[in-house]
């Protein structure tokens, strides 16, 4: 059975920094292109990027050159460094399996404010 | 960038109604598109992939159908859990899109 758990979310001051991880269990992580999307309190669902199985990432511009995404095959999880933060990032993150997020995690909420 | 819209933005039916939700791309993206349910306080979960491929474990009163520009997810015969918010999403190119969704109420 496929599982992801984020962690790491949390309050952040503007201008912050927060990482989240992305635990990934029940199939060969390496194999596959993974995903992100958050959903802002209220609002719709929002692409933030996807990294590919070989490693090449792209990115929402909302949160390009703020936002990194890396994985580590060793140890079946993801990354999502985020710099800059600004209140309008303020949402649940989901990390999910795939370009068409065919598996997802519970979410983890991250709130920007001061 | 492909937008993505819905409509309708909400509906309401009753159990037992058959139900279609539409979503269409502002330019060809072939059946590179995935539909998904959410409940409230619920991560969303997906039920098509590829425009008409069923997830595995997803009933089969779901349906998608479309390729190009226009989609639809179908559910035969409504019943109390799937009152949702659905939403539609697009792969094709990056940066990838979500539809806003259409909220699905009872009658």
């Known amino acids: 059975e496929v599982q992801l758990v984020e962690s790491g979310g949390g309050l952040v001051q503007p201008g912050g920094s927060l990482r989240l991880s992305c635990a990934a269990s029940?199939?060969?992580?390496?194999?596959?292109?993974m995903s992100w999307a958050r959903q802002a309190p209220g609002k719709g669902l929002e692409w933030v990027s996807t990294i590919l199985s070989g490693g090449s990432t792209y990115y929402a511009d909302s949160v390009k050159g703020r936002f990194t995404f890396s994985r580590d095959n060793s140890n079946d999880m993801l990354y999502l460094q985020m710099n800059s933060l600004r209140a309008e990032d303020t949402a649940v993150y989901y990390c999910?399996?795939?370009?068409?997020?065919?598996?997802w995690g519970q979410g983890t909420l991250v709130t920007v404010s001061s | 960038d492909i937008q993505m819209t819905q409509s309708p933005s909400s509906l309401s039916a009753s159990v037992g109604d058959r139900v279609t939700i539409t979503c269409r791309a502002s330019q060809g993206i072939s059946n590179s598109l995935a539909w998904f349910q959410q409940k409230p306080g619920k991560a969303p979960k997906s039920l098509i992939f590829?425009?008409?491929s069923l997830q595995s474990g997803v009933p089969s009163k779901f349906s998608g159908s479309g390729s190009g520009t226009d989609f639809a997810l179908t559910i035969s015969s409504l019943q109390p859990e799937d009152f949702a918010t659905y939403y539609c999403q697009q792969y094709d190119s990056y940066p990838f899109t979500f539809g806003p969704g259409t909220k699905v109420d009872i009658k």
């Open positions: 999910a399996k795939r370009g068409f997020f065919d598996s």
């Open positions: 590829a425009a008409s």
């Open positions: 029940g199939f060969t992580f390496s194999n596959y292109a």
